[in-house]
């Protein structure tokens, strides 16, 4: 690819300015449906921006006997991290980044977010932050193996680690969520949890730990780990789409070359779309589970479904080959 | 992880009101609870022996927020008691409507709060949209949606004419239907039940002996309800039923609170259609006669006692007021001991906590001799002792 | 209806044998008047006796001579037992109840800090509702009680500054 159009694609679109403006879309979708569920009016479309804008030029305050560099570092990292993991996600086509083994690292990238917020909750020293960072680090090590389990299926299936192989091959046959159901509702389990949105907003849980590892963030690391957060729903929902719903494309051909890539990234919006809804639905829907209830739901229900779901998968293989 | 003191209030998001956990935790499980209520004392008490009747019912309506009409409620009673005088039966109907209507806005707001608590806000937005019908109608009825001005020594100061009593009938049903819906809701919503079944709970043994009153007390079996056992206002001629529940958990006390919501649509629907003509207030005496009343009411939160002395003056003497929240206050910080630190807003939200009331005066502390007397696990056992040692209680 | 008809007068009068006088105020009123170091001796007879499982309050009156304590208790009859005793304001003190009634403890603690009632047997007679630098040795509900002008209640003086 030309270097000038990486870098279009990187900065401008589908890259960080359009993953920017979708993440606080998204925001917005997923804040206008809770608030209709709640028969609320729920906030107009600029208030996430709006929200946005204020949080960057509130006060900064970093806590007293906090290092400032690294609870400065921490969100960028995070911000950083997620906005890099986008760009191996198909969005209009195949990314051009596209590498073996991409999934890995996009799954690794999305990762880092939780290790992050659990790091500013450890070194926040107040005791909301601290609990909350731990309650973090205990979600991970729950949600993770089931997720990371539920969305190797997939690529057992099309024999390929790089996510665009895993569409090119959904295209060619049909899509994975067709028989892969389990490890697709495993994964949107798993990505509820890894955003942290009830029932799994533990670490936050407002009325026990008034906000968590957020507790001591404000002004522009605020913002910033929102916009992370909301970028990870985004990147989480795409991946999914991209996964087991086929990504960015069509199933039939459309003539000319330009309209199917369009027609590909109406479909990417779509599905993304039906991802939050999906999950927003859930959010309203539940109240908030106990850690040691979730981790009872994590390690017997979810894990034993997802290594299920892979079993099933690998069995499949092997019968298609012989 | 060694134990870490967990500040909860004075601000704090679980409770909007003026208290101070210190949670002791380990991990994720309370070691103990360490309380302190007294952010509020206003000297009510005090205030009230400085009064004469008619304008310390003003100030007893602003004991609390939610409760206004029960401590007007229980202490016009007690005054009429040692006066000698009977309010008309319309009054009287007139303030059960009111206090039922209370208790339905109380009992809405607390499903809402304990979603709340649980992180379930739609249950929280969808109780506290309908609590609004309850409020619109304590508007109608009584020119104000809270601190109603209702109550007065002798009756009541207001009438309900009959199109009031009309548009009010035709609010309840729809009500009834909605309240319908949450009991069925909180009775199959899988993290509800998994956060309400099995926290907080007391036998009936210990519900008795640690003193818990309404709600609480009633989920644990003990079948305690003034408004039948020393019926006042009125009550004794309206049909009603005792709701209990043998669960004595968080759930249990829900479902209690969700029965009495219907029992209270059932009561005011009753007393709508049956309001007698006739006057809704006498001309009492400015002063009273010596006298001692011990006056029991049923407020939302359980039995509150308003305690009155008279001394042929129009003054009372002296007014000493036990609110439904201190007496439950015990139990809560007993049965923490041992459970989860996410537990914590939903037990103390569930005996529905007024700590406006409750601080106006006092506070706390738990469990005596109950170690001796009950086997509790061991965790129970050490902070129970923990508590002996560290305040001496 | 779950349980016993009313108390009779006759029966706490039977109860509280050699104890003191009982009265009736209304129908399910009924009071006993006992000496201070007999109210242990009434709770228990109370309890055992005539069946009383709820206190209702730890009721308390200074009338300008004595201190008035009402410990109203009822059960399972429905019927308020009150258990009335006289304290006189220079020594009042009267021995804890907290260990036959637990939830006695909390109003003993609250009674102690507005009227100054020792408990005598009490674990942890601490403040409790009043702030901090109130004044150690002033109850706010006696009676007799009046701000000092150079004293700070709550952080203010009686002036307000």
């Known amino acids: 690819m030309d270097p000038g159009w990486l870098v279009l694609y990187v900065f401008v679109f589908p890259g960080l300015l359009f993953l920017l403006a979708y993440a606080l879309f998204m925001e917005y979708v997923d804040r206008k449906l809770g608030a209709r569920i709640q028969n609320r009016v729920g906030p107009p479309f600029f208030q996430p921006f709006a929200d946005l804008v204020k949080l960057l030029a509130k006060e900064d305050i970093t806590p007293e006997d906090v290092d400032p560099p690294a609870m400065r570092a921490i969100p960028i990292l995070a911000f950083a991290a997620v906005a890099t993991a986008f760009l191996y996600v198909p969005v209009i086509g195949s990314s051009p980044l596209a590498f073996p083994g991409d999934l890995i690292v996009v799954l690794y990238l999305l990762t880092l977010p939780s290790i992050l917020l659990f790091l500013i909750g450890w070194i926040s020293r107040s005791v909301f932050s601290t609990l909350g960072g731990v309650r973090v680090a205990t979600q991970l090590f729950i949600y993770e193996v089931p997720f990371f389990l539920a969305l190797l299926g997939p690529a057992l299936a099309a024999g390929t680690w790089t996510i665009s192989g895993i569409v090119e091959w959904q295209r060619a046959n049909f899509w994975v969520v067709v028989f892969q159901p389990i490890g697709f509702i495993v994964a949107l389990i798993g990505l509820q949890a890894k955003l942290e949105r009830t029932p799994f907003d533990i670490p936050e849980a407002e009325t026990e730990l008034v906000a968590g590892p957020w507790t001591e963030l404000t002004g522009r690391k605020l913002a910033l780990m929102r916009l992370a957060v909301d970028m990870a729903l985004v990147t989480g929902a795409a991946l999914i789409a991209a996964l087991f719903l086929g990504g960015p494309s069509i199933p039939w051909v459309l003539e000319p070359g330009w309209l199917a890539t369009l027609a590909g990234f109406g479909s990417f919006l779509v599905k993304t779309l039906a991802i939050l809804f999906v999950l927003a639905v859930v959010r309203m829907a539940m109240g908030r589970v106990r850690i040691d209830q979730l981790n009872d739901f994590g390690w017997k229900y979810l894990a034993s479904a997802a290594i299920v779901q892979v079993l099933i998968v690998l069995f499949l293989n092997g019968a298609l080959i012989a | 992880m060694p134990e870490v003191v967990v500040p909860i209030g004075p601000y704090h998001p679980a409770l909007k009101e003026p208290v101070n956990f210190k949670v002791i935790a380990d991990g994720e499980i309370i070691v103990r609870l360490e309380l302190d209520l007294a952010y509020n004392h206003r000297g009510i008490e005090k205030a009230a022996e400085a009064r004469d009747f008619v304008r310390v019912v003003p100030l007893l309506e602003r004991v609390c927020g939610i409760c206004s009409h029960s401590h007007t409620t229980a202490f016009c009673k007690g005054i009429e008691e040692a006066m000698g005088v009977t309010v008309p039966p319309r009054g009287q109907l007139i303030r059960v409507i009111v206090a039922e209507l209370e208790r339905m806005h109380s009992h809405l707001l607390w499903l809402g709060v304990a979603g709340h608590e649980i992180g379930f806000n739609t249950l929280f937005m969808w109780t506290w949209r309908d609590r609004e019908v309850v409020q619109d109608m304590l508007e109608e009825l009584t020119g104000n949606r809270v601190n109603y001005g209702m109550n007065a020594v002798g009756g009541v100061r207001r009438d309900i004419e009959p199109p009031l009593v009309a548009r009010c009938l035709k609010r309840l049903s729809p009500l009834e239907e909605r309240i319908r819906k949450y009991a069925d809701m909180v009775r199959h919503e899988p993290t509800t039940l998994a956060r309400f079944q099995g926290v907080g709970r007391l036998t009936k043994e210990q519900a008795l002996a640690f003193g818990t009153v309404g709600p609480t007390a009633r989920a644990s079996s003990v079948d305690y309800d003034i408004r039948r056992d020393d019926p006042y206002i009125g009550y004794a001629d309206i049909p009603f039923d005792v709701v209990t529940d043998g669960q004595g958990d968080v759930f249990g006390r829900t479902l209690v609170r969700i029965g009495e919501l219907l029992q209270s649509v059932r009561i005011v629907r009753y007393a709508l259609e049956n309001l007698p003509p006739g006057p809704v207030r006498v001309n009492t005496p400015r002063g009273a006669p010596k006298a001692e009343v011990l006056s029991r009411y049923e407020a939302p939160r359980g039995e509150l006692a308003h305690f009155i002395r008279t001394n042929n003056t129009d003054k009372v003497e002296r007014l000493d007021i036990r609110t439904p929240t201190l007496a439950n206050w015990t139990s809560v910080a007993v049965s923490l001991v041992g459970s989860n630190l996410a537990d914590i807003p939903v037990v103390v939200a569930a005996i529905d906590p007024c700590l406006s009331c409750t601080s106006r005066i006092t506070i706390v502390d738990p469990g005596r001799r109950q170690t001796s007397v009950m086997s509790w696990d061991e965790l129970r056992a050490h902070g129970i002792d923990f508590y002996r040692r560290k305040e001496g209680v | ?161």
Request: charged content about 25%; overall charge negative; some cysteine.
């Open chain 3, 1 to 161: 209806m779950t349980n016993a008809s009313p108390l009779a007068a006759e029966d706490v009068m039977k109860a509280m044998e050699g104890l003191g006088s009982v009265d009736r105020a209304r129908t399910n009123r009924l009071r006993v008047i006992v000496s201070p170091e007999r109210v242990r001796e009434a709770i228990l007879r109370a309890q055992g006796s005539l069946g009383c499982d709820h206190v209702i309050q730890i009721g308390i009156v200074d009338n300008g001579r004595v201190f008035e304590l009402h410990y109203h208790l009822t059960g399972p009859h429905r019927t308020v037992v009150t258990i009335k005793t006289e304290l006189p304001r220079d020594d009042a003190r009267i021995a804890s109840s907290h260990d036959l009634l637990p939830p006695a403890g909390i109003y003993e603690r609250q009674i102690h800090d507005l009227f100054g009632i020792v408990f005598e047997g009490h674990p942890n007679l601490q403040r409790l509702i009043l702030t901090e630098d109130w004044p150690e040795d002033e109850y706010p509900l006696r009676k007799d009680w009046t701000m000092r002008p150079d004293r700070r209640y709550g952080g203010s003086t009686p002036e307000g500054t």
